[in-house]
């Protein structure tokens, strides 16, 4: 089972977006025959069976295995991946499309449909993918707001030159600094 499967093709996205499905999917994250997932969810193993078999058919979950029960072949199902990304291109945009701003909100989406690609692309199967992740919360006065960005900017640049050569490993450093949303606490 992937961690993540980046669904990119319309029929994908129409067999996710059911609510029956998704239920189904959540029961095959472990290996389970239609009638134990239909014992779980109360329904008839028939119905689930359609709905394994869409999911099935979008690539969306894999038979693992079969076992032959009273004579009849019943098929073990589990689900491809943990989660599942839907490409935000299957969805579309409204409108015309803005010059790129890097201080846009525009931009700021653009940039995480792009690592949202990148990362479902990455090959789980080799042994070592370094990588990073960091969050964190920053509070900046609104006197301040254009020399905090000019001093990341300042920051990654210098990272930039220092390692933009061309030998060695290539990664990709994507950086996000958006408004935090109002909490409740």
Known sequence: MR???????????????????????????????????????GQTPQRVYYHVKRLVE??????????KVRGIHEGIYQAAARSYWLSPRLVGRVGLRKAQDELSLGYLL???????????????????????????????????????????RTALQELFTRYGGDEGDAFKLAVACYPKGESDD
């Open 3 to 41: 961690d993540v499967l980046y669904l990119e093709r319309i029929e994908q996205a129409e067999a996710l977006l059911k609510p029956q499905r998704i239920e189904v999917l959540r029961e095959l994250a472990e290996p389970r025959t239609c009638t134990e997932v239909a014992g779980r969810l």
């Open 110 to 152: 653009d940039l995480m449909e792009e690592v949202q690609a990148d990362i479902a692309g990455l090959d789980r199967a080799r042994p070592e993918l370094p990588s990073i992740g960091v969050s964190g919360e920053i509070r900046v006065p609104p006197e301040l707001r254009r020399q905090f960005l000019d001093d990341l």
């Open 58 to 67: 979008a690539g969306l979950v894999a038979q693992v295995s079969e076992r």
